[in-house]
């Protein structure tokens, strides 16, 4: 074990392997925010802490079994000239559940029933277990694809278990203000909604074994999201023009008024 401490391949696999951790977790972060933002606002960071913390002994849990971890690549059943194993049924079960999850979240976004009025009672009435059950479910999947990154990456599981808890560590310092502006702001709710969408289907294509490098998929949501703080940029300095035209306004009817 403290070879590994003055070891600089073992530091330089460490530091890539937590880079590498947090881009894959982002998803987890987004996932946690969107699903949480039903339940009532004095529940939200309760629930956001019990997920990564659950998503922390996922993990670990699951390094620490690598042996049923590398089982799980092992074909469980044919069909014609496609192999599926317990990993690829994970992953689909998992990516299906993402695709719908998100999608029900668009479509109560964009036509809330009763015309928006049920919306903060359906979020307020939404039970704490189903939500904590649901961050479960992703959180398996989400940790199995971490997992298995992990032990392509790493040798030494001591690495792969400190680069895991760095990851949730900044997840869990990111999750807070990350939750904050995605629920703030409509356009990029629907931005994160898109991309768990995108996350869903490249799980299935994995689960299909087609894969869909991670890359492509992090460059398009980062170049929306790119496109979208612009927008938001241009929409905060209208808004301080329109501000300051009608303070402009008011002064100018005072003096006139005074006069």
Same mark, same amino acid.
């Given at each position: ?114 015309? *928006?009025? =049920?919306?903060?009672? $359906?979020?307020?009435? @939404? &039970?704490?277990?189903?939500? +904590? /059950?649901?961050?479960? !479910? ?13 032990? *392509?990456? =790493?040798?030494?599981? $001591?690495?792969?278990? @400190? &680069?895991?808890?760095?990851? +949730? /560590?900044?997840?869990? !310092? ?86």
């Amino acid at each position: 074990m403290l070879h590994l401490l003055t070891s600089p391949e073992a530091w330089m696999s460490f530091l890539t392997l937590s880079a590498l951790e947090v881009v894959l977790g982002v998803d987890n972060v987004i996932f946690l925010s969107i699903v949480s933002a039903r339940l009532p606002a004095e529940q939200q960071r309760t629930a956001r802490r019990i997920g990564l913390g659950l998503a922390l002994f996922a993990r670990v849990g699951l390094l620490a079994s690598l042996a049923w971890i590398i089982g799980l690549t092992e074909p469980v059943f044919r069909l014609g000239g496609f192999e599926a194993s317990w990993r690829d049924i994970i992953l689909a079960a998992g990516g299906a559940f993402l695709i719908y999850k998100a999608t029900v979240e668009i479509h109560e976004t964009m036509e809330p029933e009763d015309g *928006g009025q =049920a919306a903060p009672l $359906a979020r307020a009435r @939404a &039970a704490f277990g189903m939500v +904590i /059950g649901q961050i479960v !479910v992703l959180d398996v999947v989400f940790s199995l694809d971490s997992v298995l990154t992990a032990i *392509g990456m =790493a040798n030494e599981i $001591a690495i792969m278990i @400190a &680069a895991v808890c760095v990851a +949730i /560590g900044v997840m869990l !310092v990111a999750a807070e203000p990350l939750a904050r502006f995605v629920n703030t702001h409509p356009t990029v709710k629907m931005l994160a909604l898109s991309f768990l969408i995108l996350v869903g289907v490249a799980l299935v294509a994995d689960a299909l074994h087609f894969h869909i490098p991670r890359g492509y998929l992090y460059f398009a949501i980062a170049f929306s999201i790119g496109v979208e703080t612009l927008n938001l940029m241009a929409a905060r300095r209208r808004r301080r023009e329109r501000e300051a035209a009608a303070a402009a306004g008011s002064g100018g009817t005072t003096t006139l008024s005074d006069g």
